[in-house]
C-alpha cells in the first residue's frame, strides 16, 4: 500500500486526504498548528490518521508522495529533507487531477483571478455544462474529485499551488496580469514569481490554449523571451487582436479560428476596465467552449460579483460604503481606487509585503480626501500619503476606522475599505477583515 503524506490540515489538505483514501492510499495528515474542528470532524469520520501541533519526521519520511499546502513554504527544512531523499512532493491540484479525464480551466494571476474564476464557472453554467468551481475557491480541487465526476472543473490557482506541479496541465489557461506579490516567498526575485505563474503553461501543447492580458508588460515581455507551446489567445483593452479578444465602442469583439461574436457591455454587471477584462478572458472560454453568444452576454449581465471585492455595502446618508478587503495588495487597491468616481475616504494598511504605493499616488490625489489607516504598523502609510491629504489618522479596530469614516463622508462620497495589504496582523484573514467592516457599517 502506498503512503500519502499530507502536510498541513486546511482545505486543500483534508480534500488530498480524502481523495488519497478512496484510491487505497496509507493516509496520514500532520499539520505544525492546531487542526481547525470543522477539519478534524472530517479526519475523524473518515477514519484518517492525523496529527496537530508537531510534525513527527519517523511518520512523514517514510512516504511514496507527499502533498504539501501551498501555506508551507519550500524552504522549510523538513521539505527540504523530503527532496533531498528523493521523496515527491507535490501540490493537491497535481495529485487530484491524476483522477480525473475532465476538461480543466486553470485560472492564475496576481489579481482578478477569483472573479474570473466566477465568471467563467456562472457562464458555463447557465451554458448547461457540468461544471464545478474550485481551487483557491469554495471546495478544494481534491475533494470533488472524490466526490463526484464533473465533465469541467474552473479552477482557481494560486502560484503556491503551482510550484508544486510537474505533470499538472489545463486544457485552457488563464493569466489575468502579472504585478509584484508575494516576493517574502520567491527571494524577493520578481522574475521567480513570474516564472511561478508560467509554469500553468509548461505542459502545454499546441492542442491547449493560453488565454491572457496582451496588455500587460510583464506577460508579453516573458512570452516574447521564452518558447511557450500553447495556442494563444490574447485579450486586450487597447490593441486589435486577430485570435483572441479585444475591446473597442464599448463592444467585446472575440475571434476564435474565423467565429467571430461581438457583444455590447454597457450592462455588464460588474464595473470598471479591470472588470472589462476579466469578462473578456471569460468569454474567451466560453466561446472556446461553443457556449451560445446570447447565452454569454445574459451571464455577463447577470452575474453577482465576489464578496469582499468591491461590494457595495450599505448607502447611509448618501454616503456609499464599499468593502474591497479582498485587495491585499498594491495592484488591487489600484483598480479599486481607478474606478472610485467620487470623493473617497479610504480605509488601508495591515501587513505589508514590501509594497510601493507610488502607483496609487495619482488616484490619491484626485480622488482621496482622508485617509484611515488600520494597522499595527502605519508607518510607511505616513510616508507615503501624509502629505497628500489633510486628513490622515490611525486605528487598530475596524469599528472605530468605520466610525471615524463616518464623521468624515459628507452626502455624495464613498467610505472605501481596500487594505493594499495582507490582514494577518488585526484580522484572522481578508474575510474577517471584510465580514467586520461590514459589521461595523450595520451597527452605524
Not at 492580458?213 to 516574447?224: K, M, Y
Not at 495556442?231 to 473597442?248: D, N, R, V
Not at 474565423?258 to 468569454?283: D, F, R, Y
Not at 480626501?369 to 486605528?395: H, P, Q, R, W, Y
Request: glycine share 6%; hydrophobic share 40%.
Amino acid at each position: 500500500m502506498k503512503r500519502l503524506v499530507v502536510l498541513g490540515a486546511g482545505e486543500s489538505g483534508v480534500g488530498t486526504a480524502l481523495l488519497g483514501k478512496q484510491k487505497g492510499y496509507e493516509v496520514f495528515v500532520s499539520d505544525k498548528g492546531k487542526i481547525k474542528n470543522k477539519y478534524k470532524d472530517v479526519l475523524i469520520h473518515n477514519e484518517i490518521e492525523w496529527e496537530e501541533q508537531q510534525h513527527t519526521e519517523s511518520k512523514i519520511l517514510n512516504a511514496y508522495v507527499v502533498m504539501k499546502s501551498p501555506g508551507i513554504p519550500d524552504k522549510v527544512a523538513l521539505v527540504q529533507k523530503l527532496v533531498s531523499n528523493n521523496i515527491s512532493v507535490i501540490s493537491e491540484i497535481e495529485f487530484a487531477a491524476n483522477y480525473t479525464k475532465a476538461n480543466i480551466i486553470g485560472i492564475t494571476g496576481s489579481n482578478g483571478k477569483t472573479t474570473t474564476t466566477m465568471l467563467t464557472h456562472h457562464i458555463l453554467k447557465h451554458g448547461e455544462l457540468n461544471v464545478e468551481m474550485g481551487g483557491n475557491i469554495g471546495d478544494s480541487f481534491a475533494k470533488q474529485v472524490a466526490k463526484q465526476a464533473h465533465d469541467h472543473y474552473v479552477l482557481e490557482i494560486s502560484s503556491f499551488q503551482l510550484d508544486g506541479i510537474k505533470h499538472f496541465k489545463p486544457h485552457i489557461a488563464i493569466i489575468t496580469n502579472i504585478t509584484p506579490d508575494h516576493l517574502d516567498r520567491y527571494d524577493y526575485k520578481f522574475e521567480n514569481y513570474i516564472a511561478s505563474k508560467f509554469r500553468i503553461a509548461m505542459n502545454q501543447t499546441k492542442d491547449d490554449y493560453l488565454i491572457y492580458d496582451a496588455d500587460d508588460e510583464v506577460i508579453v515581455n516573458h512570452l516574447n523571451n521564452h518558447n511557450i507551446q500553447s495556442t494563444l489567445l490574447p485579450f486586450s483593452l487597447t490593441k486589435k487582436i486577430e485570435q483572441g479578444a479585444y475591446y473597442k465602442n464599448k463592444e467585446l469583439i472575440i475571434t476564435i479560428d474565423n467565429n467571430q461574436i461581438i457583444m455590447p457591455t454597457t450592462k455588464l454587471a460588474l464595473e470598471g476596465k479591470h472588470n472589462v477584462k476579466n469578462a473578456m478572458a471569460a468569454s474567451t472560454v466560453a466561446h472556446l467552449l461553443k457556449i451560445r453568444k446570447n447565452t454569454i452576454r445574459e451571464s455577463l449581465e447577470n452575474f453577482q460579483g465576489a464578496e469582499h471585492r468591491l461590494e457595495n455595502v450599505l448607502r447611509i446618508n448618501k454616503v456609499q460604503y464599499i468593502n474591497d478587503s479582498k485587495a491585499t495588495n498594491v495592484n488591487a487597491t489600484y483598480f479599486a481606487l481607478e474606478s472610485m468616481d467620487s470623493p473617497t475616504v479610504w480605509i488601508v494598511g495591515g501587513e505589508d509585503k514590501g509594497n510601493n504605493y507610488k502607483e496609487l499616488f495619482p488616484f490619491v490625489n484626485e480622488k482621496v480626501k482622508a485617509i484611515i489607516c488600520l494597522g499595527v504598523d502605519n508607518s510607511k502609510l505616513f510616508e507615503s500619503f501624509g502629505n497628500m491629504v489633510d486628513i490622515i489618522v490611525e486605528t487598530q479596530f475596524m469599528s472605530e476606522a468605520v466610525k471615524i469614516a463616518y464623521k468624515i463622508a459628507e452626502a455624495g462620497d464613498n467610505v472605501l475599505l481596500s487594505p493594499a495589504c495582507a490582514s494577518f496582523d488585526l484580522f484572522e484573514d481578508y474575510e474577517d477583515r471584510g465580514r467586520q467592516f461590514k459589521e461595523s457599517v450595520r451597527k452605524l
